[in-house]
């Protein structure tokens, strides 16, 4: 494990972009009171934003959640990946039309709950695939977000599309795809979500994704690539931030964290998440903040020069 300390901000400016954190570095699931200590962890970790993973339960207690974000002072991004049985991308109406449905529920969640954003693999089933989704799928995943995006419009949410890898989606895995896939919509309500884990496995460097999203990057998911300390991985996060900085991304910098033993079993089968790479969320957490609020410091800092 790191040296936690060693990362610890000495930064007294306030951040450029506000720092969140997702649920289930705290709690392998969103439900009361698990929430509530999510919650509490989230805010001794110096996040001002924790992003919830909005299940069915977790969308039919919305009110429950507004009242405890309110009480410790958080904003909240909510974030689904769709399943089989609520894919939007597949060739079979009655799923589709679940999937319609899911979202829209979701969608009124994030609005009750108070958040401004609804992210994750929005736009088909999260998990392993067997075959290329079919241009008939692509096209109603499109005509489904769409009508999903004027619906979060009138509730002043915005829709995210996360890009994930091959492992997870046969629809988006890339930046470039991510972009025409949000292009062929045509929803001002519809922004491109990158995370440093994905980008990892699909992209050719962690900064010409970023340039070409530009400010259609709405959200941003911090990972490293084994889902576990950042800086112990292989992402390359100097140049990443560099490239956030070089497009003013002022949005959120979510971190997230995936252990086999801390995370539901639902979404460790979607996500693949077979071993325990840490044991402690808050220390992953704190660790996380301190790391995220470093690298802001470097964006905001003259290059070096030598005397
Ligand atoms: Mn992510």
């Not at 439900?31 to 509490?40: C, D, I, K, L």
């Not at 309500?189 to 995370?195: E, G, I, K, T």
């Not at 340039?211 to 950042?230: C, F, P, T």
Request: aromatic share 6%.
């Amino acid at each position: 494990m790191p040296d936690v300390a060693a990362f610890s901000s000495t930064m007294s400016d306030p951040p450029i972009t506000p720092l969140g954190v997702h649920a289930m570095v705290f709690m392998p699931s969103w439900t009361h009171p698990e929430a509530e200590q999510a919650a509490a962890k989230a805010v001794a970790t110096g996040f001002s934003i924790l992003e919830i993973p909005l299940s069915e339960q977790a969308a039919a207690e919305a009110e429950l959640t507004r009242e405890l974000l309110d009480r410790h002072s958080l904003r909240a991004v909510c974030s689904l990946g769709l399943d089989a049985s609520t894919d939007i991308a597949s060739d079979e109406p009655q799923t589709v039309e679940r999937g319609e449905q899911r979202l829209l529920r979701a969608v009124e969640a994030t609005h009750v709950i108070g958040a401004k954003l609804l992210t994750g693999v929005t736009y088909g089933a999260m998990g392993h695939h067997n075959a290329r989704v079919s241009s008939k799928g692509r096209a109603s995943a499109q005509a489904v977000l769409t009508r999903i995006a004027g619906a979060a419009e009138v509730r002043g949410v915005r829709i995210g599309v996360e890009v994930v890898n091959r492992y997870e989606s046969n629809v988006l895995n890339t930046t470039e795809e991510g972009l025409a896939f949000i292009d062929g919509m045509g929803a001002p309500n519809v922004v491109l979500h990158l995370d440093t884990y994905h980008m990892n496995i699909e992209e050719s460097d962690f900064r010409t994704p970023v340039l070409l999203a530009g400010d259609r990057l709405g959200y941003v998911h911090v990972g490293e690539s084994h889902r576990g300390y950042l800086g112990t991985g292989t992402v390359d996060f100097a140049t990443f931030f560099q490239a956030l900085a070089e497009v003013s991304y002022k949005g959120p910098l979510t971190f997230e964290g995936f252990s086999a033993t801390r995370i539901d079993n639902r979404l460790a089968g979607a996500l693949s998440i077979w071993r325990e790479t840490w044991h402690d969320g808050q220390a992953l957490a704190a660790h996380a903040q301190g790391f995220l609020a470093d690298q802001m410091m470097a964006w905001s800092r003259p290059p070096a020069t030598t005397p």
